[in-house]
Each structure stands twice: as C-alpha cells, then as structure tokens.
C-alpha cells in the first residue's frame, strides 16, 4: 500500500481547552506522556535485557488494576474528537476519586517503565510498507504540522504521530507482560488498562483508518501468542463502532476469537451478523450489531447469552478487550444508551469471566469515547469494578437522558447470533 498525504491548513497543537482542569493536567504531560511528578524511564524497545516492565514485588502481589498512560499529547487536531484532552481527563478523574497508585498504594498500580513496541510487533499485523511508509510521513508532517492520511476517514498525522503510536503499543504490550507474569504467582492477578491513544481497532493491515493508527490489541494479541505462548486469544470489543481492523487481522485465524458488539449502520458500515470468520477461522469471528437506542437491559442480555457461552467453548488463555466508551448515552458519535452503569457491570462481568476461563489474565485498551465527561466517569466506575468497590454510576447517570429500548429488536438479534454460532 502506498501511503498517501493530504496536507492540511491546521496546525496540530493549536488548541486551547477552557476547561482548568484539563489544562492543568495537559500541562503535566510531556515527552510520550509522562507527568513530571511521575516520569519513570522508557523500557528501549531494542534492550534484550528489559523485559518490559518494572513493578517490586509488593505490587505484583497485591495490586488489584495495573495500568499504563500513554496520552500522545503531539498527536492532536483542533476541533477533532479523537484529541489530546481525552487521556487526561480521565486521570484527572481518577485522581479527583482518588483511584490512583497515589491514593489507593498497593491496590492501584501505574506502570511506568514501558517499552515502546518494536517494528516486528508492529509488523506481525500491519504490512512493513505501511509502517515505513508511516514514518518516511513524519518529515512532512514536521513541515507542515499536520497532514491527513488516505483512505483513513481520514485520520490525521502529525510529527509526534509514529513514536507516540510505537509507544501506545507497546503500553499495551507490557502490560500482557506484567499481567502474565503476575498470573505465574498468584491466581487473582491484577487486570491492566492501557489507558492510551490513539485508539486502534479501526486500523486495518495496510493502513490507518477511522483515528486509528495501529491496531493496540491485535499487536497484543499476536504478541501474548508469540512472547508467552498463550495461544488462544479472546478479544471482547464493546464500541459503539465495528473493529473492522480487529476483524480483517484475524478472519482466518482459529486461534483467535474476534467478539464485536456495536451499533447497527454506524462506521465504517462493517460488521455484519453472517460475517463469522473464513476458512480455518470460520467461526471465530462474531458480529452482534445492536439496533440503535440499545442500552443497559440489551447489553446485559447480551453479556450473558452470546459473550460467557462464546468464551466458554472457546477456552482462552487471555481475554483482550476493545474497551469504546462511546456506546454511552451522551457520547456525540453514534446513538446507543449505555450507561456508567453499563460499563462497571461490563467490567465486573468480564474480569470474573477471566478468572473462570483464563487464571485472571485479562487487559483492557481504551478505544473510543468522545464526551470527556462521561468517558472518565465510565472508566472510574470501571476502575472501581475491578476492585470490588460499588459503582458509584448513579451519581453521574441521569434516567432523563434514557429512553425505551428496542426490546424486540435486541431479541431478534440475539436470537439469530445464537443460531448462527450455534450458542
């Protein structure tokens, strides 16, 4: 694939967000991500000796939520909803509800010592042409500040974009690696959340797509296989968008299990419910696209009678999740009601299914998720899922906001995936 580049107008990082608190945390962050109260050294991705991660022995035993930031504060577009602000306001979230390493010592771990990821784990999804073709791309983008990339829907590049995309991956990566090696001595090990950006499902193999650069938990996922010999992978993908480039990477693949739950007739139009993988991967692939207006009550339904029974004939070693918190009520994106409360029940829900299926091995990446509010609100209540706490989703959630669902339509279509896959 060659890679081509529109130019834009725009500067990246000419944005000024109103909000104090957002700008406040946006100036903390500098260099990959880092906040300057808590820098720790970059793990070098051609260091044989650096296994990735560095947490004492303390925290590998007790912690409850591993996770990484990685904020691409260089990668942002004026205006756009996939914007720097996002990472952020999240932390700050958690930071106000005290459900960081700060406040909650042991329980609450950051990862700080991460590896960027290495071309080869880069390339073990996408093709090296589009990967090399990415980087020859950042000159241009240094010149002209921001460039739009083809075929892409289109999403943007700007100087930073590569680096801070190798540094997304590999935030993930690491923590597969710390995840497992947590599993080896204990058998409740911590869930990780690789709270990074860009996102990555909708990055196909020969190129970026829908603001996605590279895909961060294919890259995981064909990493857990290579570097720890979990073979069989389970990908649980709840944006309101179909993971196309989760779905592309792995159609034929046996070994993996591709789950995707997402809106009916949204972007990028993939997606469909008979779309269930292609030769030795038939059937590995699932598609549930939901009616618009699906929220709670479907979702529930759903996570009982077509995700647990997929897990359990399936046998995974791990559990991958496309974590979009964009099928919340609010978000501007798309047109479903999820709530708070749909994703600390998501969250609490998988986590158990990993410790049943998996010995607890179980990484969660941020994907979308575009109203600030809602998002942090929604990965704190996830948060608080992992630690056992109650979620606290009825003081963000407000009933007014949510209508009828469509009942019998989330029926039908349950009901004709189940079939389909034999459920």
Known sequence: MELRIFASQSRAGDVLYKHNQITTLKKQFFMYGFRKKKIGTVCCSNNPDNNGFSLSEAELLSSKVIYSVAPAMGHNKE??????????????????????????????????????????????????????????????????????LDGSGPT????????????????????????????????????????????????????????????????????????????????????????????DAFYDDPDIFFLSTHQDGSYPGTGKINQIGSGNGEGSTLNLPLPGGSGDRAMRSVFDQVIVPSAQRFKPDIILVSAGYDAHVLDPLANLQFTTGTYFMLASNIQQLAKELCGGRCVFFLEGGYNLTSLSNSVADSFRAFLGEPSMAAEFDNPAFLYEEPSNKVKEAILKVKHIHSL
């Not at 960081?100 to 093709?127: C, G, M, N, P, Y």
């Not at 801070?164 to 869930?191: H, M, N, Q």
């Open 156 to 247: 943007y590049a700007t100087s930073t974009t590569f680096k801070e995309s190798l540094l997304a991956a590999g935030a993930g990566i690491s923590l597969v690696d710390t995840v497992v090696a947590a599993s080896k001595v204990r058998k409740d090990p911590p869930v990780g959340f690789a709270l990074i950006r860009p996102p990555g499902h909708h990055a196909v193999p020969a190129g970026p797509m829908g603001f996605c650069v590279f895909g961060n938990v294919a890259i995981a996922a064909r990493y857990a296989q290579r570097a720890h010999g979990l073979k069989r992978v389970f990908i649980i993908d709840f944006d309101v968008h179909h993971g196309n480039g989760t779905n």
């Open 79 to 148: 205006s756009h909803p996939e914007c720097n602000a996002r990472v952020p306001a999240i932390i700050g979230a958690l930071e106000k509800m005290r459900l960081t390493s700060e406040f909650r010592s042991l329980e609450v771990v950051e990862l700080q010592k991460f590896r960027s990821a290495k071309i080869d784990d880069i390339a073990s999804v996408h093709e090296r042409v589009y990967v090399s073709g990415l980087e020859k791309a950042m000159d241009q983008a240094s010149e002209q500040g921001l460039i739009f």
